[in-house]
């Protein structure tokens, strides 16, 4: 439990670090990389994850490297993770919600993100509210069962 803790700490406290960092996708949409390539994820788990600043580093070693903020990621440990300082994205703890269940099911990541590509800051570009889902749900023939998306209900 104790070391557990201590992990939960430790990550907590990396990611804190990573949020002072500036990234804009609309800078990025040039060079085609795959959302996974950041987001691993969102192929296969439930939660998209955020990428380490060990992964920014593979092009930024080079690329920018004596711009300010390309600075401030580099002095960043490597596994601190890049993340929002406040999401844009979320749903309440009480719904269920895969993002590898969305891939497979062949939803693309634009039906609920938007085109990220152009934005240098992301905004929500839908609210997460049970018709949004489940207007998807009917069309689509996914689940409409009230306990396949909120996992406490019998
Ligand atoms: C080069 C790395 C990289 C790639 C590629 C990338 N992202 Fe991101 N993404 C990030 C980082 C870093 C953040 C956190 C900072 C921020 O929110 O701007 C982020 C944040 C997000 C968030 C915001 C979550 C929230 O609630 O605030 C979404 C959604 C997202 N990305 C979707 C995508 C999608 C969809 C793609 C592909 C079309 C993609 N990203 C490609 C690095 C990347
Ligand atoms: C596949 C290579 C690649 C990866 C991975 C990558 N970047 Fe970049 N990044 C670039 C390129 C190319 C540019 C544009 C450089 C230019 O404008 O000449 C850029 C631009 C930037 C800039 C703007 C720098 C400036 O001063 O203009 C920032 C900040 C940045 N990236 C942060 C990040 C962060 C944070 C991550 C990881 C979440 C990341 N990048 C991952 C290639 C990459
Ligand atoms: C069916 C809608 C839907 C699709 C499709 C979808 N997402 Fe999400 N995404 C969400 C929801 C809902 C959240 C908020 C989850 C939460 O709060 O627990 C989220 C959160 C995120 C986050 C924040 C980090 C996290 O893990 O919570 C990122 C990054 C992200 N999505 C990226 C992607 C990428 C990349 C794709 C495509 C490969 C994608 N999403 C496809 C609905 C979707
Ligand atoms: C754009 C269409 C679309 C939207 C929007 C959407 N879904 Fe889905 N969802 C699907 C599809 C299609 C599947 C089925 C995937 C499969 O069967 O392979 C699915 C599957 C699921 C599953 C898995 C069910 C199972 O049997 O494993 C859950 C849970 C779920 N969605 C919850 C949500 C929630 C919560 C939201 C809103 C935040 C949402 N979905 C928004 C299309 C969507
Ligand atoms: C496809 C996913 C999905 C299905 C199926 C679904 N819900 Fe929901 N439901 C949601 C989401 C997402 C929210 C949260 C919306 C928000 O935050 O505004 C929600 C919110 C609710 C709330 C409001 C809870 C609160 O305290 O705000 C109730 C009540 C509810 N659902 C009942 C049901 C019932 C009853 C069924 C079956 C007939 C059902 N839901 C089926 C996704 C779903």
Redesign the pocket.
Same mark, same amino acid.
């Given at each position: 439990m104790r070391l557990t803790r201590a992990l939960l700490l430790f990550a907590a406290a990396v990611t804190a670090a990573g949020q002072n960092v500036e @990234?804009s $996708?609309k800078k !990025?949409a040039p060079l085609k #990389?795959? =959302?996974t !390539? =950041? $987001?691993a994820g969102a192929a296969k788990a439930e939660r +998209?994850t @955020?990428?380490e600043a060990s /992964? =920014?580093m593979i092009c930024h070693k080079t690329v920018k490297a004596s711009s300010p903020a390309i600075k401030r990621l580099a002095a960043l440990p490597a596994a601190s993770r890049? +993340?929002?300082a406040e /999401? &844009? @994205? @979320?749903i309440p703890d009480f719904i269920w919600f895969s993002h590898g269940a969305h891939a497979a099911g062949k939803v693309e990541? /634009?039906s609920c !993100?938007g085109d &990220?590509?152009q934005k240098d800051? #992301?905004t929500a570009e839908a609210v997460f509210s049970m018709k949004f889902c489940v207007d998807c749900h009917k069309e689509r023939g996914a689940t409409l069962a009230c306990n396949g998306c909120h996992e406490l209900l019998q």
């Open positions: @990234f $996708h !990025h #990389l795959a =959302c !390539h =950041c $987001h +998209a @955020f990428p /992964r =920014c890049i +993340a929002p /999401r &844009v @994205f @979320f990541c /634009r !993100h &990220v590509w800051k #992301l």
